[in-house]
């Protein structure tokens, strides 16, 4: 399995940042597993940003909640974030990963994309 | 400020054994939740390296050993080598956030 973002890599203070992660070598479609964002600022440590289930539900960062949308296509086989009144703060690598759904424990990230950086800058 | 708390740094020399602590809650591995580490190589996407506080991937030497009591948890490399030298991270769920979490990250340095 495979996963690669996508996206604009500048995006200016105030706009709405918008990547896509595709997935190769698997579907989307599949009960074991949640769809998630992870960000992490230059130099700084990882961030749990959203995850998604393949009917559309979803689980936000409540520190971005209201800030976030994550969503799935499961037509496309990806899944997409987007990131509204985007400032400063928010230039980070963006990770897109797999991650294991369990109802009893807390599931992990596996495998993970290569990353993309964006960065927010007028 | 992690809920998740990690040293900043760990060193030590080639074939010696490290341990890298991450200290939590009774909201998050204090409740019982498992964690998770990684390994994130300069310049390259974490790798999971320990899941399920204990359990290792295929392809994940045996000398590196996870742990889990009370409120905390730690990450165990034994012999260690060059190839060792990066950036680990401790994941785990707080109820309290209601929602996943990752500790500060710890930078292992072989001298």
């Known amino acids: 399995l495979q996963l690669q973002e996508s996206g604009p890599r500048l995006v200016k203070p105030s706009e709405t940042l918008s990547l896509t992660c595709s997935v190769s070598g698997g579907s989307i479609s599949t009960a074991f597993y949640y769809w998630a964002w992870i960000r992490q600022p230059p130099g700084k440590g990882l961030e749990w940003i959203a995850n998604v289930f393949y009917s559309g539900s979803t689980h936000y960062n409540p520190s971005l909640k209201g800030r976030v949308t994550i969503s799935v296509d499961t037509s496309k086989n990806l899944f997409s974030l987007r990131l509204s009144s985007v400032t400063a703060a928010d230039t980070a690598f963006y990770f897109c990963?797999?991650?294991?759904?369990?109802?009893?424990?807390?599931?992990?990230?596996?495998?993970w994309g290569q990353g993309t950086l964006v960065t927010v800058s007028s | 400020q992690s809920v998740l708390t990690q040293p900043p740094s760990v060193s030590g020399a080639p074939g010696q054994r490290v341990t890298i602590s991450c200290t939590g809650s009774?909201?998050?591995?204090?409740?019982?939740?498992?964690v998770h580490w990684y390994q994130q190589l300069p310049g390259t996407a974490p790798k999971l390296l320990i899941y399920g506080s204990i359990d290792r991937p295929a392809g994940v030497p045996d000398r590196f050993s996870g742990s889990k009591s009370g409120t905390s948890a730690s990450l165990a490399i034994t012999g260690l080598q060059a190839a060792d030298e990066a950036d680990y991270y401790c994941?785990?769920?707080?109820?309290?956030?209601?929602?996943?979490?990752f500790g500060g990250g710890t930078k292992l340095t072989v001298l």
């Open positions: 990963a797999r991650q294991m759904k369990s109802d009893q424990q807390p599931g992990w990230f596996h495998p």
């Open positions: 009774t909201s998050n591995i204090g409740a019982g939740y498992d």
């Open positions: 994941q785990s769920y707080d109820s309290s956030l209601s929602g996943w979490v």
